[in-house]
């Protein structure tokens, strides 16, 4: 249940003294039973921003990130990569077992070795690697300072990060799902090659996974450079083979970035969640 759209979540303020009887503040917790309306398969990206009345829960990055909190931050780059990740556990992409994985300065993630490429193009693609276009761009993170420009990524087995994973992909299907690993890569406040300090996006991937099943959750947010302009760049998922992956939006004007934060399949602002292990 919820009292926010955001399933287990619920907010209540406890700073004011209230002028009500106290039996009339807090509204009754809902039932903790899950919904049996919500269809079982993901609805695709909208084509337009919802309206103001129906927007959704407003996004703010699904897991905490930093190197508090263990992420491995990769170093200043032009179309670089991070370290080799090795995963805790096999993860299933497209029927292919993966058992590592890179966070690339671009966007993306790949899994058979880093990955440079900076102009995108639509998904699947032939003899390219598996990858994960998270948001495909052109991007350069040799300037910046402590705090912004940043390549983050981790493992995790940590409970918080997986139960938070799963409630995502719960408000998504309606199903059930306990993942018992994770891979978390944020991209914070990167900056467009030939770009500035005031032309910054943020955005994150979270690979939710257990023996059978693996979720992306992709989630946006502070895209600003398209508040000036807007370049082509391509979030989706390709394959060994290239006949299962597929685009899920091209991102190529202003619109197209407002639609994208706006936008959600399972309930949270500029968040999606995609079903990519199996092969349809």
Known sequence: ?????????????????????????????PSLAPSQSIAPTLSPLPTQAPSSSAMPTPFVLLLPFGEEVGDITTPPTLDGSSIRFLLPIPMIFFGESITQGYQNANGHLSFDSDYSKYVS????????????????????????????NKLYARNSTDWSDLDRAASVVRAATGGDFEPTAAFVATWYWVMKTGGSSSS?????????????????????????YF??????????????????????????????MEVLVEGTNCGISGTYAFLVSKVP
């Not at 508040?227 to 091209?250: C, H, L, P, Q």
């Open 1 to 29: 249940g919820t009292n926010c759209g955001i399933s287990g979540t619920y907010a209540f303020l406890v700073s004011k003294v209230p002028s009500l009887e106290p039996s009339s503040v807090l509204s009754e917790i």
């Open 121 to 148: 193009t639509v998904l699947p693609l032939q003899l390219e690697p598996p990858l994960v276009a998270v948001y495909w761009a052109d991007t350069d993170t040799r300037s910046g300072g402590s705090d912004w």
């Open 200 to 224: 910054l996006y943020t955005f994150q991937v979270v690979l939710a996974f257990d023996e059978q099943q693996t979720w992306a959750i992709l989630g946006y947010n502070e895209l600003d």
């Open 227 to 256: 508040s000036s302009s807007a370049s082509s760049s391509v979030i989706g998922f390709n394959d060994r083979d290239a006949m299962y992956g597929f685009t899920v939006k091209e991102i190529d004007s202003v619109s197209d």
